[in-house]
């Protein structure tokens, strides 16, 4: 298992590691050994489950592009947003865009992302709208891209509206507070730009160009230090 990892990132073992991941998959299947003696070594080998071995090697899948044996793995675990969107970067987008509407169609479905998702493969942001409104305000994505979405048309006080409100959630995202100090500056608004650039550097400093308009900024506020 750590061999498959420490060989994963490096172009002339990643055959070999793909090899080595089946195989461990493989071995969940094999009846030689009881469920009582392999609980024996569960605790102490700190031993992963299927479901996340699966998943390492649909994320080695999706490196090299080989989008449809990871959205397989990937739906055989239950990991449906990441499994449409292999499906969807598999060049089978029709599929991916049913599988989305199925999963939103079943009865009591509270995954927002999904509708997100839908937005992104159909270009309509109504379904951002849509995961906004079904979450109570809750789903973070959903503000997030009706911001993105909104920054573009351009409605600058709707985009800084939904940014707000969706780093309100989760503070965490340098490209989207980079986005809301853009429309702030849009907006002309330089102290509101000020604070959303100086948060993104932040949650990351290597960000030239949060540097850059961090200083137009303060220069537009005749603020030389």
Partial sequence: ???????????????????????????FRDQDVTTLEKIDYAFCTQYPMSWGIKKELADLYKKIGIFMSAHELLESVGLHEESIKCLFMAGRQAPAIKMAEELAAKPGFRNYNI???????????????????????????????LGRYYFFVPDYAKSIEFF??????N??????????GCAY?????????????GSCLQIDNKLQ??????????????KHF
């Fill in 1 to 27: 298992m750590f061999r498959s990892r420490n060989e994963a990132d490096r172009t002339k073992t990643a055959e070999k590691c793909m090899k080595q991941l089946q195989a461990l998959i493989d071995q």
């Fill in 115 to 145: 509708f997100c998702l839908m937005g992104e493969m159909k270009c309509d942001h109504t379904f951002y709208q849509r995961a906004w409104d079904e979450s109570d305000g809750k789903c973070s994505r959903a503000a997030r891209s």
């Fill in 164 to 169: 707000e409100k969706g780093l309100k959630i």
């Fill in 171 to 180: 503070k965490l995202y340098p490209d989207t507070w980079f986005t809301l």
């Fill in 185 to 197: 500056m849009k907006s002309e608004d330089y102290k509101g730009a000020s604070y959303a650039f």
């Fill in 209 to 222: 160009d949060a540097w850059a308009n961090l200083a137009n900024c303060y220069l537009a506020q005749k």
